[in-house]
């Protein structure tokens, strides 16, 4: 897939502080997403190939993440030792943020951990509040997942993540919900609970 420099650069930021628009395009309303004619991502030939595959919400957009490519702006596509493989776009379905992808060759040890890490890099100066942990099974296999917010006193800007980890042949990979605003996540989150519940390891 043909992946563009400055569009995954745009939408890498959506992540952090900057580079959202300011207008925010009629949401639909949140409803749990069909199961019928899903898409998945994931398996090979599919927008983004990885260690693991999921359905997809209606209308939400894959495209893979290219970090060589970047050049210098690799660092915006790196959590700590976590780097996104994968994003899922939302605008098309009527929310700003996306569902990442991130994997960490290499990295094994307990999805809990792995969250407490990737939540400690991902601050970069903000205020973190409301974090909230718990063991799950995903994909048959023990995972953990995490919701948290994050203030950034310079925008004045609030934000909440939902995220869940789990062990690949890959290494670790979390996979995260990045609404550009707090207000974002409640429609957001079918698609993040969706991707939880169909998730398979690819063998």
Known sequence: MKISKVAVAALLAVGGCSGASSSTPQAKAPSAPASA??????????????????????????????????GELAELAR????????????????????????????????????????VKASARGKEVSGVTYSDVQIGGGQAAEVTWESYSKELDHQSK???FALNTKDGA????????????????LPAFQLAERTLTINS
């Open 37 to 70: 004619a899903a898409v998945r991502v994931g398996a090979a030939g599919s927008a983004c190939e990885l260690p693991v595959s999921f359905e997809l919400a209606e209308d939400w957009e894959p495209k893979a993440v290219d970090v060589e490519a970047l």
């Open 173 to 188: 990979m979390v996979v995260q919900l990045s609404p550009f605003g707090a207000d974002e996540h409640p429609g957001m």
């Open 161 to 163: 993540y939902s995220a």
């Open 79 to 118: 959590v700590g030792v976590f780097t996104v493989r994968c994003e899922v776009d939302a605008k098309p379905a009527g929310n700003i943020g996306f569902l990442r992808v991130h994997v960490a060759g290499g990295l094994s040890g307990a999805p809990r951990d792995h969250l407490k890490m990737f």
